[in-house]
Protein backbone atom coordinates (compact mmCIF):
# COMPACT_ATOMS: atom_id res chain seq x y z
CA UNK A 1 0.00 0.00 0.00
CA UNK A 2 2.84 2.63 0.89
CA UNK A 3 4.56 1.79 -2.71
CA UNK A 4 0.86 2.55 -4.30
CA UNK A 5 0.68 5.64 -2.43
CA UNK A 6 4.82 6.66 -3.22
CA UNK A 7 3.78 5.84 -6.80
CA UNK A 8 0.52 8.22 -6.87
CA UNK A 9 2.96 11.02 -5.00
CA UNK A 10 5.47 10.53 -7.46
CA UNK A 11 3.09 10.99 -10.37
CA UNK A 12 1.68 13.84 -8.92
CA UNK A 13 5.16 15.74 -8.57
CA UNK A 14 5.99 14.46 -12.67
CA UNK A 15 2.96 16.25 -13.65
CA UNK A 16 2.69 19.39 -11.34
CA UNK A 17 -0.32 20.73 -8.85
CA UNK A 18 -2.94 20.74 -12.29
CA UNK A 19 -2.79 17.08 -12.30
CA UNK A 20 -4.14 17.33 -8.66
CA UNK A 21 -7.04 19.54 -9.51
CA UNK A 22 -7.48 16.97 -12.66
CA UNK A 23 -7.84 14.21 -10.55
CA UNK A 24 -10.12 15.75 -7.92
CA UNK A 25 -12.59 16.94 -10.98
CA UNK A 26 -12.04 12.86 -12.64
CA UNK A 27 -13.57 11.40 -9.28
CA UNK A 28 -16.29 14.09 -8.91
CA UNK A 29 -17.24 13.23 -11.85
CA UNK A 30 -17.36 9.11 -11.52
CA UNK A 31 -18.61 10.07 -8.29
CA UNK A 32 -21.87 11.69 -9.98
CA UNK A 33 -21.70 8.80 -12.69
CA UNK A 34 -22.22 5.86 -10.47
CA UNK A 35 -24.55 8.05 -8.42
CA UNK A 36 -26.69 8.50 -11.65
CA UNK A 37 -25.94 4.87 -12.98
CA UNK A 38 -26.85 3.32 -9.48
CA UNK A 39 -30.72 5.57 -9.69
CA UNK A 40 -30.94 4.51 -13.30
CA UNK A 41 -30.43 0.86 -12.42
CA UNK A 42 -32.43 0.62 -8.81
CA UNK A 43 -34.09 3.77 -7.39
CA UNK A 44 -35.79 4.83 -10.82
CA UNK A 45 -37.68 1.22 -11.14
CA UNK A 46 -39.44 2.07 -8.36
CA UNK A 47 -40.49 5.49 -8.70
CA UNK A 48 -41.46 4.22 -12.16
CA UNK A 49 -43.52 1.68 -10.92
CA UNK A 50 -45.30 4.21 -8.88
CA UNK A 51 -45.94 6.45 -11.82
CA UNK A 52 -47.94 3.32 -13.09
CA UNK A 53 -49.83 2.58 -10.87
CA UNK A 54 -51.11 6.11 -9.70
CA UNK A 55 -51.57 6.43 -13.76
CA UNK A 56 -53.52 3.25 -13.60
CA UNK A 57 -55.68 3.91 -10.94
CA UNK A 58 -56.94 7.56 -12.61
CA UNK A 59 -60.83 6.86 -13.95
CA UNK A 60 -60.30 9.21 -16.44
CA UNK A 61 -57.07 8.69 -19.05
CA UNK A 62 -58.74 10.14 -22.26
CA UNK A 63 -59.23 13.82 -21.38
CA UNK A 64 -57.14 16.98 -21.73
CA UNK A 65 -56.65 17.12 -18.56
CA UNK A 66 -55.51 13.69 -18.09
CA UNK A 67 -53.21 14.09 -20.70
CA UNK A 68 -51.52 17.08 -18.78
CA UNK A 69 -51.22 15.37 -15.79
CA UNK A 70 -49.44 12.20 -17.76
CA UNK A 71 -47.35 15.00 -19.44
CA UNK A 72 -46.40 16.12 -16.08
CA UNK A 73 -45.84 12.90 -14.89
CA UNK A 74 -43.57 11.64 -17.45
CA UNK A 75 -41.81 15.44 -17.45
CA UNK A 76 -41.11 15.37 -13.31
CA UNK A 77 -39.58 11.47 -13.82
CA UNK A 78 -37.58 12.72 -17.01
CA UNK A 79 -36.20 15.98 -14.73
CA UNK A 80 -35.77 13.26 -11.95
CA UNK A 81 -33.47 10.79 -14.90
CA UNK A 82 -31.34 13.52 -15.96
CA UNK A 83 -30.49 14.62 -12.36
CA UNK A 84 -26.75 15.42 -12.77
CA UNK A 85 -26.18 14.44 -16.48
CA UNK A 86 -25.46 17.95 -17.48
CA UNK A 87 -22.72 18.46 -14.56
CA UNK A 88 -21.40 15.33 -15.74
CA UNK A 89 -21.22 16.08 -19.40
CA UNK A 90 -19.41 19.84 -17.89
CA UNK A 91 -16.87 18.08 -16.00
CA UNK A 92 -15.94 16.14 -18.78
CA UNK A 93 -15.85 18.97 -21.32
CA UNK A 94 -13.46 21.01 -18.51
CA UNK A 95 -11.46 17.95 -18.29
CA UNK A 96 -9.32 18.83 -21.77
CA UNK A 97 -9.21 22.49 -20.77
CA UNK A 98 -7.84 21.44 -17.30
CA UNK A 99 -5.25 19.46 -19.05
CA UNK A 100 -4.13 22.64 -21.81
CA UNK A 101 -3.71 24.72 -18.46
CA UNK A 102 -1.17 21.65 -17.31
CA UNK A 103 0.22 21.91 -20.72
CA UNK A 104 0.87 25.61 -20.53
CA UNK A 105 2.47 25.72 -17.05
CA UNK A 106 4.74 22.92 -18.10
CA UNK A 107 6.05 24.79 -20.96
CA UNK A 108 6.35 28.10 -18.79
CA UNK A 109 8.94 25.73 -16.79
CA UNK A 110 10.53 24.29 -19.83
CA UNK A 111 10.78 28.08 -20.68
CA UNK A 112 12.08 29.05 -17.47
CA UNK A 113 14.95 26.33 -17.30
CA UNK A 114 16.17 27.84 -20.97
CA UNK A 115 16.44 31.19 -19.73
CA UNK A 116 17.77 30.20 -16.43
CA UNK A 117 20.75 27.88 -18.41
CA UNK A 118 20.72 29.68 -21.35
CA UNK A 119 20.70 26.43 -23.69
CA UNK A 120 18.68 24.08 -24.65
CA UNK A 121 19.65 20.94 -22.62
CA UNK A 122 17.63 18.41 -23.18
CA UNK A 123 18.31 16.84 -18.96
CA UNK A 124 17.11 20.53 -17.48
CA UNK A 125 14.15 20.71 -19.87
CA UNK A 126 13.18 16.74 -19.12
CA UNK A 127 11.22 17.57 -15.98
CA UNK A 128 9.07 20.70 -17.71
CA UNK A 129 7.79 18.52 -20.62
CA UNK A 130 6.93 15.80 -17.85
CA UNK A 131 4.61 18.60 -16.47
CA UNK A 132 3.30 19.46 -19.86
CA UNK A 133 2.51 16.28 -20.94
CA UNK A 134 1.30 14.07 -18.19
CA UNK A 135 -1.44 16.69 -17.29
CA UNK A 136 -2.56 16.52 -21.08
CA UNK A 137 -3.01 12.93 -21.35
CA UNK A 138 -4.80 12.67 -17.94
CA UNK A 139 -7.32 15.40 -18.96
CA UNK A 140 -7.98 13.33 -22.15
CA UNK A 141 -8.15 10.06 -20.50
CA UNK A 142 -10.93 11.33 -18.13
CA UNK A 143 -12.61 13.44 -20.78
CA UNK A 144 -12.94 10.05 -23.35
CA UNK A 145 -14.39 7.75 -20.31
CA UNK A 146 -16.83 10.38 -19.08
CA UNK A 147 -18.11 11.08 -22.36
CA UNK A 148 -18.48 7.17 -22.55
CA UNK A 149 -20.26 7.30 -19.31
CA UNK A 150 -22.01 10.79 -20.46
CA UNK A 151 -22.91 9.13 -23.48
CA UNK A 152 -24.69 5.51 -22.04
CA UNK A 153 -26.48 7.65 -18.91
CA UNK A 154 -28.35 10.01 -21.55
CA UNK A 155 -29.34 7.35 -23.85
CA UNK A 156 -30.59 5.30 -20.69
CA UNK A 157 -32.35 8.37 -20.08
CA UNK A 158 -34.25 8.59 -23.69
CA UNK A 159 -34.90 4.57 -23.67
CA UNK A 160 -36.41 5.06 -20.04
CA UNK A 161 -38.61 8.23 -20.88
CA UNK A 162 -39.96 6.32 -24.09
CA UNK A 163 -40.66 2.97 -22.00
CA UNK A 164 -42.62 5.51 -19.34
CA UNK A 165 -44.50 7.49 -22.37
CA UNK A 166 -45.27 4.06 -23.73
CA UNK A 167 -46.36 2.52 -20.09
CA UNK A 168 -48.66 5.81 -19.58
CA UNK A 169 -51.25 4.91 -22.33
CA UNK A 170 -53.77 7.50 -22.98
CA UNK A 171 -56.96 5.70 -23.55
CA UNK A 172 -58.95 6.53 -26.71
Not at 31 to 42: C, D, F, G, K, T
Not at 48 to 66: E, L, P, T, V
Not at 83 to 94: F, H, K, N, R, T
Request: charged letters at 20%.
Amino acid sequence: MIEFLEAIRDFTEAGGQVLLVIGLLIFVMWLLILERAMYLLVWHKQAKKDAIKRWKARDDRSSWHAAQIRQKMISQLTIKLNGSIPIIQALVALCPLLGLMGTVTGMIEVFDVMAISGSGNARSMAGGVSKATIPTMAGMVGALSGVFAATWLTRMVKSERTHLEDALIVKR
